[in-house]
């Protein structure tokens, strides 16, 4: 169940606008997380945009669909160790983006360039990885019992 909570946060968390930038009063926008790396690929920043998609959205997915996979799917005890092993490193990697929007809502504020804050999204998206995170751990419990180890 929680994969599947996490995974609904992530989809939300994705689409929703995780940053809202206001200069004066007449210019605001704001931004998923899609939005950004959409924004980067059309301003030639590909590199980035590609990092970013990556470790922002590949990455989360690839972890909740590998749980689910996991928990559905008979495997060895030891092909399940080390699956979910990856799987949790993976996961950890995902945080990065909310580190980059906390960083940019810091950077802005304090040069003066504009308003920003934190909105919705990035709430949703930090609580999917920890959730994902969470599971991981649930997951890894259950199959170090099933396997016949205790640890």
């Known amino acids: 169940m929680m994969v599947v909570v996490a ?8 689409n929703l606008p995780t940053l809202k930038l206001t ?5 605001t926008n704001t931004y998923s997380i899609w939005d950004g790396v959409w924004e980067l690929w059309k301003a030639d920043h590909i590199g980035l945009a590609v ?4 470790f922002s959205i590949m990455f989360p997915c690839v972890k909740l ?9 008979p495997l060895e005890p030891e092909g399940r160790r080390r699956f979910l092993y990856r799987l949790g490193i993976l996961g950890k990697w995902s945080m990065v983006d909310v580190f980059i929007v ?6 802005i504020k304090t040069k003066d360039i504009a ?14 990885i920890m959730l994902s995170i969470v ?9 170090n019992f099933k396997g016949g180890t205790t640890e």
């Open 51 to 54: 990092i970013i998609f990556f």
């Open 102 to 107: 906390a960083i940019l809502v810091i950077l």
């Open 65 to 73: 669909i590998g749980l689910l996979f996991v928990w559905f799917v």
């Open 115 to 128: 308003d920003a804050n934190a909105q919705i999204g990035i709430y949703l998206f930090a609580g999917a």
């Open 23 to 27: 200069k004066v009063i007449f210019f």
């Open 7 to 14: 995974l609904g946060l992530l989809i939300a968390g994705l």
């Open 135 to 143: 599971a991981t751990l649930v997951i890894e419990k259950i199959a």
